[in-house]
């Protein structure tokens, strides 16, 4: 399942203190596909997360997850689809503090309203070995390394299963190497999973790491430059 972007504009604010913060932005994102938008702060890359997971609604243009034009969903319909359908990762990995690593990923399962069991556990065991996080299943988020609570983050936005992943600057706060771990990791569990998943990011060295990179200036798309991903 994929996500298109057509021909999206946002507008913030009122008269005169309106700012053009998307302007007509198209593109798409493959399933199995990890697309990184590279720009400085304040170039529009957290107001095109906000419209692409249904978080703020775009002036014009229409955004399509998968089959499903969600810019055209009422308020219920929309809250479905971001839990069913979307995944997020954050700048900050958001963790519970009072939760173990595992429980972070069987909450997910809570929020959408079943009791985990047995298979819901092996699920989130199964998505921690694959970020190499099985062995601290049972930590607190303070015991853990940024890196590692990045890791985490990653697992369960996957354990639901979604069709989109939405990544907010996920190396800002780790050093180089860690940040290139978590970039080649993303883009394995995009591969493994078939998830389309769109990376804001404000650094031009985790490019190499990517499917594909589009650069973003004043809410415009600018220039679609080609990434190789490392091996």
Request: hydrophobic share 40%; proline share 3%; glycine share 10%.
């Given at each position: 399942?994929?996500?298109?972007?057509?021909?999206?504009?946002?507008?913030?604010?009122?008269?005169?203190?309106?700012?053009?913060?998307?302007?007509?932005v198209?593109?798409?994102?493959?399933?199995?596909?990890?697309?990184?938008?590279v720009?400085?702060?304040?170039?529009?890359?957290?107001?095109?997360?906000?419209?692409?997971?249904?978080?703020?609604?775009?002036?014009?243009?229409?955004?399509?997850?998968?089959?499903?034009?969600?810019?055209?969903?009422?308020?219920?319909?929309?809250?479905?689809v971001?839990?069913?359908?979307?995944?997020?990762?954050?700048?900050?990995?958001?963790?519970?503090?009072?939760?173990?690593v595992?429980?972070?990923?069987?909450?997910?399962?809570h929020?959408?309203?079943?009791?985990?069991?047995?298979?819901?556990?092996?699920?989130?065991?199964?998505?921690?070995?694959?970020?190499?996080?099985?062995?601290?299943?049972?930590?607190?988020?303070?015991?853990?390394?940024?890196?590692?609570?990045?890791?985490?983050?990653?697992?369960?936005?996957?354990?639901?299963?979604?069709?989109?992943?939405?990544?907010?600057?996920p190396?800002?706060?780790?050093?180089?190497?860690?940040?290139?771990?978590?970039?080649?990791?993303?883009?394995?569990?995009?591969?493994?999973?078939?998830?389309?998943?769109?990376?804001?990011?404000?650094?031009?060295?985790?490019?190499?790491?990517?499917d594909?990179?589009?650069?973003i200036?004043?809410?415009?798309?600018?220039?679609?430059?080609?990434?190789?991903?490392?091996?």
């Amino acid at each position: 399942m994929s996500l298109r972007v057509e021909s999206v504009s946002l507008v913030l604010g009122d008269g005169d203190q309106q700012v053009q913060a998307l302007d007509n932005v198209t593109f798409s994102v493959a399933a199995g596909e990890l697309l990184a938008v590279v720009g400085p702060s304040g170039s529009g890359k957290s107001s095109l997360l906000a419209v692409c997971g249904g978080l703020r609604k775009p002036t014009s243009g229409k955004i399509h997850v998968g089959d499903t034009e969600i810019t055209a969903l009422g308020l219920e319909q929309l809250t479905s689809v971001r839990r069913e359908k979307i995944g997020f990762v954050f700048q900050q990995s958001n963790l519970l503090p009072s939760l173990t690593v595992l429980d972070q990923l069987l909450l997910t399962v809570h929020l959408r309203g079943t009791r985990p069991g047995a298979a819901h556990r092996d699920r989130a065991m199964g998505l921690l070995r694959q970020v190499g996080m099985d062995a601290r299943s049972h930590r607190r988020p303070a015991e853990l390394s940024g890196g590692e609570r990045q890791r985490v983050g990653i697992a369960r936005a996957l354990m639901s299963s979604p069709s989109v992943l939405l990544v907010d600057e996920p190396t800002s706060m780790l050093d180089q190497g860690r940040g290139r771990q978590i970039v080649s990791l993303l883009r394995g569990q995009c591969h493994e999973h078939g998830v389309a998943a769109l990376m804001v990011t404000h650094d031009p060295d985790m490019l190499e790491f990517v499917d594909r990179a589009v650069h973003i200036h004043d809410g415009r798309l600018q220039q679609l430059e080609r990434a190789h991903a490392a091996h």
